[in-house]
């Protein structure tokens, strides 16, 4: 384990780059009208049967959503969930279709710059139950 | 895949040297999953910067900071803001990143920490193998599936050559096999043999200048 891996959380510092962009994030969360249109554009969607976590809104809700929902105050465990979906869930491949114009994956992209922040982030030697490169 | 290694220490130190703040970037993309351009080797190179240059009479600092790609714009926000507040940026994506950022912060130096090595596939952790020169003619559906442009050393297009061993390899090295010895054996498994009696003539090598691809959906939006 690294020693960045044990290094406690900086909420501090999640709070503040939230914080910096929370106008933004704050209206392009509360847009989303759950028209799922989103979903039928993404591909990892389509290739798991429709699984309904694989659907780009759910993925920004279930992270970014809940980093503002919690203002910041998460924890190690909780990041590490986040990491899950925004890497393992999510290729970045931009290719989300939203009919109102929510960009979803500078959403994504957020979430993992601050999981980055606080040292969270997929490794390639990860044990194989964890890994999803 | 695009497959990515460190430079020499001695060689970034080299670009380096003369410059007072240097941000150090990672990439999400290819070189973050070939271990070369990650969060984690920027760290790891920060820190082997900090002590190449321990003693020196001007004291370098550096950063570090990683963005999801280097090759797409629409993930520059957070480093835009980052790059005024350093002399130079080294990149740790390949060739097209540094091309990328360089083009982004024309005012500020940008160097390479990589050498750009090859596009390639995981044969397993740790281990790349070159598969494609984008030469942008594929004939690979001829060729049962393996590439003489990569795979054979003259990239021969009609071979094999006459330096093929009768246990099917390279002249260049015994530990190479022939491309186009493998070519035959896997067509013959397939029963379609009579593909390599095709002959193929010389390539047009336009690969000598830069490439542009637009996707046909896209052609309108971008006409000039």
Same mark, same amino acid.
Request: aromatic share 8%; glycine share 8%; hydrophobic share 35%.
């Given at each position: 384990?690294?020693?960045?891996?044990?290094?406690?959380?900086?909420?501090?510092?999640?709070?503040?780059?939230?914080?910096?962009?929370?106008?933004?994030?704050?209206?392009?969360?509360?847009?989303?009208?759950?028209?799922?249109?989103?979903?039928?554009?993404?591909?990892?969607?389509?290739?798991?049967?429709?699984?309904?976590?694989?659907?780009?809104?759910?993925?920004?809700?279930?992270?970014?959503?809940?980093?503002?929902?919690?203002?910041?105050?998460?924890?190690?465990?909780?990041?590490?969930? #986040?990491?899950?979906?925004?890497?393992?869930?999510?290729?970045?491949?931009?290719?989300?279709?939203?009919?109102?114009? #929510?960009?979803?994956?500078?959403?994504?992209?957020?979430?993992?710059?601050?999981?980055?922040?606080?040292?969270?982030?997929?490794?390639?030697?990860?044990?194989?139950?964890?890994?999803?490169? | 895949?695009?497959?990515g290694e460190r430079k020499p220490l001695e060689e970034i130190k080299e670009m380096l040297k003369d410059y007072k703040k240097v941000l150090n970037v990672g990439c999400?993309?290819?070189t973050s999953?070939?271990?070369s351009g990650g969060q984690r080797e920027v760290m790891l190179l920060n820190d082997d910067l900090q002590n190449a240059f321990q003693g020196n009479p001007v004291s370098i600092q550096f950063d570090g900071f990683t963005i999801?790609?280097q090759c797409?714009a629409?993930?520059f926000?957070e480093l835009d803001e980052m790059v005024k507040n350093y002399d130079a940026v080294l990149s740790m994506a390949c060739g097209a990143g540094v091309q990328f950022v360089a083009e982004r912060y024309p005012d500020r130096p940008v160097f390479p920490a990589l050498n750009t090595i090859?596009?390639?596939?995981?044969?397993?952790?740790? @281990?790349?193998?070159?598969?494609?020169?984008?030469?942008?003619?594929?004939?690979?559906?001829?060729?049962?599936?393996?590439?003489?442009?990569?795979?054979?050393?003259?990239?021969?297009?009609?071979?094999?050559?006459?330096?093929?061993?009768?246990?099917?390899?390279?002249?260049?090295?015994?530990?190479?096999?022939?491309? @186009?010895?493998?070519?035959?054996?896997?067509?013959?498994?397939?029963?379609?043999?009579?593909?390599?009696?095709?002959?193929?003539?010389?390539?047009? @090598?336009?690969?000598?200048?830069?490439?542009?691809?637009?996707?046909?959906?896209?052609?309108?939006?971008?006409?000039?």
């Amino acid at each position: 384990m690294s020693t960045q891996e044990t290094k406690p959380i900086r909420t501090d510092e999640i709070r503040r780059m939230l914080k910096k962009k929370r106008a933004k994030m704050k209206r392009l969360l509360s847009h989303c009208v759950h028209c799922s249109l989103c979903a039928e554009s993404c591909f990892l969607y389509m290739a798991h049967d429709k699984d309904p976590q694989y659907m780009p809104s759910y993925k920004v809700l279930q992270s970014l959503g809940k980093l503002y929902r919690k203002r910041g105050k998460v924890d190690r465990p909780f990041l590490e969930h #986040i990491k899950g979906i925004v890497w393992r869930n999510c290729v970045l491949c931009r290719r989300c279709y939203c009919p109102i114009g #929510i960009d979803i994956p500078s959403m994504i992209t957020f979430a993992r710059t601050i999981c980055r922040s606080q040292g969270v982030y997929p490794r390639v030697d990860e044990s194989v139950s964890e890994s999803w490169l | 895949m695009i497959v990515g290694e460190r430079k020499p220490l001695e060689e970034i130190k080299e670009m380096l040297k003369d410059y007072k703040k240097v941000l150090n970037v990672g990439c999400g993309g290819c070189t973050s999953i070939c271990l070369s351009g990650g969060q984690r080797e920027v760290m790891l190179l920060n820190d082997d910067l900090q002590n190449a240059f321990q003693g020196n009479p001007v004291s370098i600092q550096f950063d570090g900071f990683t963005i999801e790609r280097q090759c797409n714009a629409d993930f520059f926000s957070e480093l835009d803001e980052m790059v005024k507040n350093y002399d130079a940026v080294l990149s740790m994506a390949c060739g097209a990143g540094v091309q990328f950022v360089a083009e982004r912060y024309p005012d500020r130096p940008v160097f390479p920490a990589l050498n750009t090595i090859f596009v390639g596939a995981d044969r397993d952790v740790g @281990w790349y193998e070159e598969n494609c020169r984008t030469c942008g003619d594929c004939i690979l559906g001829e060729t049962a599936g393996i590439c003489p442009v990569t795979r054979c050393a003259k990239s021969l297009f009609n071979g094999p050559c006459g330096g093929t061993s009768k246990d099917g390899k390279c002249e260049v090295s015994k530990e190479t096999p022939c491309a @186009w010895y493998e070519i035959y054996d896997r067509l013959k498994k397939q029963g379609r043999l009579s593909n390599i009696m095709k002959v193929r003539p010389a390539r047009e @090598w336009h690969n000598q200048t830069r490439r542009v691809l637009i996707h046909e959906a896209y052609k309108q939006r971008y006409a000039k």
